[in-house]
């Protein structure tokens, strides 16, 4: 649904949100709003995050989500070091035209959580800081293993009773 949102087109290299599966677990990722500053941004050679105006990468006042002026990213140069700068593996280059996929909330409205058929997505307003700073910007491996502990620790205890 993301691809077909963002891009008119169903083709999951064209999402924002990508699954990863570690051990059995599987993770959705996408952007996970980092605190200021934010790694994308600080790494990107066009983008300047005291100055948002012309910048390739800024932060949307109203959502807190990356917006990419793609006309002027300059993926090829600088070989996407905003990608390489995300923690969360949450960047992703359009297959054909080489700019960062990064998601943008659709504007406050998230149409992945809308159509999630097991409403296992959920779109809480705010910081992420205040909501979860345990699982900030963690690679997707390391947030399932979090999971996989979690979820093993809770079926042991269940067993026990
Ligand atoms: S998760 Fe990645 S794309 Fe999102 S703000 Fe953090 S560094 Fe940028
Ligand atoms: S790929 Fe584009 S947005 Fe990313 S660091 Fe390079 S110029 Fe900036
Ligand atoms: S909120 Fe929108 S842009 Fe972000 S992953 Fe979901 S559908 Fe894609």
Known sequence: ???????GTINPDYSR???HSFKGVDIPVSCRMCLDPKPCIGAC????PIKPVGS???KDDDTGAILVDVAKCIA???????SRACLARAITFHPNENYPLICDLCGGDPECVKECPENCLEFI???ADYLYPKYYAYPP???????KDSIYY????????
């Open 56 to 58: 390739i990468l800024h």
């Open 76 to 82: 090829k140069e600088c070989k996407n070091e905003c």
């Open 45 to 48: 050679p066009g983008s300047d």
């Open 125 to 127: 307003a705010g910081p």
């Open 1 to 7: 649904v993301c691809s077909l949102k963002k891009s």
């Open 141 to 147: 491996e390391k947030l399932s293993e979090f999971l």
């Open 17 to 19: 949100i990508r699954i």
């Open 154 to 161: 809770y079926r042991g205890r269940e067993e026990e009773k």
